[in-house]
């Protein structure tokens, strides 16, 4: 099982995921994030992170040249786009850059959605896996307010046909809503191929708690070994 841990915004946090196994590590550069980060503030961060980590900037601007900048400066290794799924700009990322990066399309699941999603949720999995441009796809929770980071769950239950439709095509990443008390259900119930969280491991908005860190990998790693 894939783990992502997103919206690091210091050193100390970010050394103690990869130290307890987390495969990625994400840093948001969305203007309207409270854990926005720059380019200048990443850069050092991840210059002491073991090689082996992806290192994912997030964001929800979808300027190809910032977007490049950013990458470049910061050393990232992986660049998930929070937009409209736009397939020149990720050819242009594909293109562009001095070394290849990891391209991570988000879909959103409206929590409030009923059936009628899954039908255009669907459609949406099957043109992204048929264009392969993006190599993974991580489908995250959106509210009213808000189209990522919203401590929010959607309905697994709901989704799990789609998913498993989805899954068909390309590595699918939960997001959104996921705690280390849910994660197993999560899992169990939608089998994805990893999983995504910021929100619900912070012992404050931007602040890491060390044991909620360790008790959500655990947990994850541990569904899968149970056959999830």
């Known amino acids: 099982m894939w783990v992502k841990i997103c919206a690091n915004t210091n050193l100390d946090d970010a050394k103690l995921a990869a130290e307890l196994g987390a495969d990625a590590l994400g ?20 210059q002491e992170l073991p ?22 400066y910061a050393g990232l290794t992986g660049v998930q786009l929070h937009g409209d799924y736009t397939p020149e700009l990720i050819l242009g990322l594909r293109k562009g850059l001095s070394t290849p990066v990891t391209i991570l399309q988000t879909l ?12 255009a949720f669907e459609a949406s999995t099957r043109r992204i ?4 441009l993006a190599a993974r796809l991580l489908v995250d929770a959106k509210t009213a307010s808000a189209s990522g980071g ?19 095509g390309m590595p699918i990443i939960l997001a959104g809503g996921l705690r280390p008390e849910n994660v197993a259900e999560a ?13 619900g491991v912070e012992s404050a908005p931007g602040k890491k708690d060390p044991e909620k860190l360790q008790a959500f990998i655990t947990n994850a790693r541990q569904a899968e070994r149970n056959g999830a």
Not at 30 to 46: D, L, N
């Open 51 to 72: 090689e082996s980590i992806e290192k994912v900037g997030v964001f929800a601007e979808l300027d190809l040249a910032a977007i490049r900048a950013a990458v470049e």
């Open 187 to 199: 899992i169990r119930t939608l089998r994805p191929w990893g999983v995504d969280v910021a929100s």
């Open 27 to 46: 840093f948001v550069f969305a203007a309207a994030s409270s854990r926005r980060m720059t380019p200048e503030q990443v850069a050092p961060i991840v």
């Open 108 to 119: 959103h699941w409206q929590v409030t959605a009923g059936l009628e999603q899954a039908e």
């Open 150 to 168: 919203t401590g929010t769950a959607f309905d697994w239950n709901l989704a799990r046909a789609s998913f498993e439709i989805a899954r068909r």
């Open 129 to 132: 896996a048929e264009d392969g």
